[in-house]
């Protein structure tokens, strides 16, 4: 096909601005925006120009852009981004003359219709951004901020990206869930029992982290996500447990880590400290979950009879390697009751009298050690009281390292 003819046939079927025929030709030859192209086909094609507003195909909506485009700068004047992306709904009218273009005049070398208002819109707006001295690139993947420009209303539409930031947690007292527990009488409504709170806990290690970071980039909200978490009795202790905070609609992006680690550790000492944070994207969030980390505990065990050192040893050394789990029974409504392969890598300890011991268990991740001990009538395979042939029972956990690779 000769691009003169197919441009002469396309100005035939109805009123079609430079930029709407030049797109139809858009990967022919380059260096030429689509209305240059588009004006010098019709030059050889030898047919008159419409005015732009009576183009059948795009109504006249790209004498909007640069309109539109200031109304983005605006939208966005008071926040830090450093990508950005435009999108655009077209009109029910304009999508239908695409198709009956591309069916009727289909060209080799053309172009969405959206790709080129995507592409104008954003070269406005780095014009605009340029003017005020500010610096931003596209980025389809991941933009920090995106607008969504609807060409029949003339809406726009901003999304901002979520900050995403590493690091790791220590909980020095016992008693604090990782995120906010609903009251269980109420669930979360408030009422009596939790003070009109709706809080089973009075904190969690989310509402002691969260609030520094959210007053640093003014973040509407935000969540904390760990990766694994101990239970509410047991202190995390050591290097601590990794976690991803994500902020949500952020104004600011680039933040004093250090500032709001001082601040968190400022105001929730005795309780949770925040080391190593960083900066980190999106996949961290995946990443983190699905760590599945070694971990070292410290457990302090009540026996029901008294117990020999040398049972002690005897025991620990017998419940080092697999062991089959089945989902403990305090977690059976939460958790799909499976028996789970676990394993024990290391467990040693010793009496601190003939009825307490103080263990330390290296073991792999998901290891339940509160059942581990307890046998958990027998849904724990083997188990420390098992072995012992007493009663056994966890009172004091701490995790002391959340073993990372
Ligand atoms: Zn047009
Ligand atoms: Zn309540």
Redesign the pocket.
């Known amino acids: 096909m000769d691009p003169i003819e197919l441009a002469a046939q396309l100005a035939s079927a109805g009123p079609i601005c430079d930029r709407c025929l030049g797109r139809r030709f858009a990967g022919l030859g380059s260096g030429l925006g689509n209305a240059e192209r588009g004006r010098s086909l019709r030059a050889a094609a030898g047919v008159p120009a419409p005015p732009e507003a009576k183009c059948w195909v795009c109504a006249g909506v790209f004498a909007r852009v640069a309109e539109w485009a200031r109304e983005a700068a605006e939208l966005v004047a008071d926040r830090e981004f450093a990508t950005f992306l435009f999108g655009v709904h077209l009109s029910p009218r304009q999508e239908a003359v695409e198709e009956f273009l591309d069916e009727k005049f289909p060209s080799p070398w053309s172009e969405p219709f959206k790709r080129d208002a995507n592409r104008e819109l954003g070269k406005a707006f780095e014009r605009i951004l340029v003017e005020r001295g500010r610096l931003a690139t596209v980025d389809f993947a991941r933009p920090d901020v995106q607008f969504t420009v609807d060409l029949e209303s003339g809406a726009i539409a901003l999304t901002v990206a979520p900050v995403f930031f590493y690091g790791r947690y220590r909980k020095l007292a016992r008693g604090i869930p990782q995120t906010h527990w609903p ?1 269980r ?2 669930r979360g409504r ?2 009596a ?2 003070g009109g709170t ?1 809080k089973q806990y009075p904190t969690s290690v989310e509402e002691l982290v969260l609030p520094a970071f959210l007053a640093a980039t003014g973040g509407t909200g935000g969540h904390l996500h760990g990766a694994g978490r101990e239970d509410i009795d047991a202190r995390m202790l050591g290097r601590g447990r990794p976690f991803v905070v994500e902020v949500k609609e952020p104004k600011v992006r680039t933040v004093d880590l250090e500032a709001i680690a001082r601040e968190v550790n400022a105001a929730a000492a005795g309780r949770v400290e925040v080391l190593d944070l960083r900066r980190g994207s999106s996949d961290l969030v995946a990443q983190v979950k699905e760590e599945h980390a070694d971990k070292r505990y410290r457990a302090r065990v009540a026996f029901g009879e008294p117990v020999s050192e040398e049972a002690l040893a005897r025991a620990l050394g017998a419940l080092v390697g697999e062991i089959d789990q089945r989902t403990p029974v305090r977690v059976r409504h939460r958790r799909a009751d499976l028996v789970r392969r676990r394993s024990v890598h290391d467990a040693r300890g010793r009496l601190v009298s003939p009825t307490e011991a103080e263990l330390e268990i290296l073991c792999g991740g998901g290891l339940y050690v509160k059942e581990l001990v307890s046998g958990d009538d027998g849904a724990t395979q083997p188990n420390l009281s098992a072995l012992l042939g007493v009663p056994a029972k966890v009172v004091e956990l701490d995790v002391l390292d959340v073993l990372v690779a």
């Open positions: 009251c009488s109420c408030g009422c029992s939790c709706g």
